[in-house]
T-cell receptor
Framework: NAGVTQTPKFQVLKTGQSMTLQCAQDMNHNSMYWYRQDPGMGLRLIYYSASEGTTDKGEVPNGYNVSRLNKREFSLRLESAAPSQTSVYFC?????????????FGEGSRLTVL | AQSVSQHNHHVILSEAASLELGCNYSYGGTVNLFWYVQYPGQHLQLLLKYFSGDPLVKGIKGFEAEFIKSKFSFNLRKPSVQWSDTAEYFCAVRERGGGKLIFGQGTELSVKP
């Protein structure tokens, strides 16, 4: 039972570099999310995708782009990384049908921008 | 826009003490409410959720929460905490039928043995 898989788990970048965080789920869920977690600020929604081919901005979308490649995959891209983007990033998915509401989280990707 | 506020940033209790963590949200419409827990080094897991019906919701590991609509609150309670409850707890809200799930700032709970 893989659930939600994120790669990489750890990454160190220099300011200005770009990178993509990958997320894949094998639960046939419709909705997928990207959050960032920072001390004292909880989880803040960056982007989410209600279904394949659709994406919407969350609370803190600036500096990020996303791509819902297919139903399984939802990637998060940092085009020009900044130290303020040092954080732990969590991908999550949710089945839309049945309204169970529960999000299933990946194990997180710790990103450090120097 | 929805927002969620958790009153306590860090709570320290001794084992067997009772726990109550506050959560208030701002949204005028119908909402779904959640409490998630994050144990050290792990990802978030669902503790309990409220969709409709009985405002007193029971979750896993002896936790419960009460939805008080008039106060826009969804406080988490446990009668007797254990050392293994040491974790960070997050309240979250979603507009009924909507997609965005908004989290509070989190409350770190430390339970002393």
């Amino acid at each position: 039972n893989a659930g939600v898989t994120q790669t990489p788990k750890f990454q160190v970048l220099k300011t200005g570099q770009s990178m993509t965080l990958q997320c894949a789920q094998d639960m046939n869920h419709n909705s997928m999310y990207w959050y960032r977690q920072d001390p004292g600020m909880g989880l803040r929604l960056i982007y989410y995708s209600a279904s394949e081919g659709t994406t919407d901005k969350g609370e803190v979308p600036n500096g990020y782009n996303v791509s819902r490649l297919n139903k399984r995959e939802f990637s998060l891209r940092l085009e020009s990384a900044a130290p303020s983007q040092t954080s732990v990033y969590f991908c999550a998915s949710r089945p839309t049908s049945g309204e169970t509401g529960e999000l299933f989280f990946g194990e997180g990707s710790r990103l450090t921008v120097l | 826009a929805q927002s969620v506020s958790q009153h306590n940033h860090h709570v320290i209790l001794s084992e067997a003490a009772s726990l109550e963590l506050g959560c208030n949200y701002s949204y005028g419409g119908t909402v779904n409410l959640f409490w998630y827990v994050q144990y050290p080094g792990q990802h978030l897991q669902l503790l309990l959720k409220y969709f409709s019906g009985d405002p007193l919701v029971k979750g896993i590991k002896g936790f419960e929460a009460e939805f008080i609509k008039s106060k826009f609150s969804f406080n988490l309670r446990k009668p007797s905490v254990q050392w293994s409850d040491t974790a960070e707890y997050f309240c979250a809200v979603r507009e009924r039928g909507g997609g965005k799930l908004i989290f509070g700032q989190g409350t770190e709970l430390s339970v002393k043995p």
